[in-house]
């Protein structure tokens, strides 16, 4: 037992079980390097503190990045009776590398706490950089599809029933916008990551004089954690980065979920590529939207990491405690299960085939039923009358059996209405009804280029 870093006082060995239980090393060694990184910093603040010689800091330095290529190399040897988490693994290789009398000045004034609490914010600073890279990339091939196919008209829906035309572009361009929301908030997230712990000892500070902002300029911290007690404890920056995660998938979910409806051959609007489509085990003739599927999928598995992080710090004494170690589990899992899908929603979106003639065929006439009650308006009407007028206009088509109310004829609806003219015939045009929509934010040509160049801009 004395051979663990902190087995000076206890005379009895671990239980094997407790032993395995205890270990975090199988999962956060990911963060080897971010270690290595932190305490060479840590070295060279430790020497600016006169606890280091400058030969001894160079030693560690030069130690650590030996212990760093075994990582990189795959030739670091794990002690499993010793090596409890990455820190005590690093420090115990260290000290064979360059002698315990050296390698033992390092930790001087630091703990695990405070050292944990920033390789995990020097990890999860890089990763959020490739996350919003990513996110990024989705974003540009979203648009960049919504400028080529500007001209496809498609039914819009709500309730999942036929309601009123849009182009195909609005409905790529209505989800830009909310990743670009999401887009917006991840670089909100990462400033708060981006603070240093380091200094902050086990919970009450640094004794020796310590210069942590200096250490934090070493590390590209932004600053520093204000308070040492909330340097070892905050785990908000885990946190928000799930709860990021979380509504980010969400979002992700959603586009899927649309996207497999309009790949069924009932709606048949688009098909999937094949290099992101599987087939049956069973059934020859199928071709199955997995990878919508799977991130639609996925977006609970993050949900759960993030309700299950919260129930973990719910109800936490202050600064310190063991339960902090289930930090790592849903957040390095989350990371990459957010990496893969905004990489696998990029292969599908920019892959996508859309059929713009079947989009067409899905248009019907009773979705311009609101044009033709806006068409009275133009001529003085209340649009509470009209909505009445054009509803009876939709009956009477029913009852008569046509395929639809452009099928009635101008006498017909003038026996509805007398106010109908010859004009109420060009109400019945897909493309006039989507025209019509120029308002900001609508779903008409211009507006929809506008949109795509507004996005465009805040992509730069
Ligand atoms: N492996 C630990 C963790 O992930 C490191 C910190 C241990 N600190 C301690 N006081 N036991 O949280």
Redesign the pocket.
Known sequence: EKLKL?GGRFTGTTDPLMQMYNE?LSY?KRMYAQDILGSQAYARATCKADILTEAERDTIIEGLEKVKQEWASNTFVVKPDVD????TANERRLGEIIGTHIAGKLHTGR???D??ATDMRLWLRDELGEIEKYMVEFLRATVSRAGEQIDALMPGYTHVQRAQPIRWSHWLMSHAFEFLADLERLREVKKRVNRSPLGCG?LAGNPFNLDREFLAKELGFDGVIPNSLLGVADRDFVTETLQWAALMMNHVSRWSEDLIIYSTAEFGFVTLADAYSTGSSLMPQKKNSDSLELLRGKSGRVFGQMAGFLYTVKGLPSS?N?D??E??EPLFDCVITVKNSLQIATGVVSTLNIHPEKMKAALTMDMLATDLADYLVRKGVPFRETHHISGSCVREAEVRGLRGIDQLGLKALQSIDKRFEADVLEVFDFERSVELRQSTGGTCKASVLKQIEEATSLLQ
């Open positions: 902190w975090s956060d409890e988490d990455i820190h703990s695990r706490n050292q944990v086990a310190y063991k902090l170690q930090d790592k």
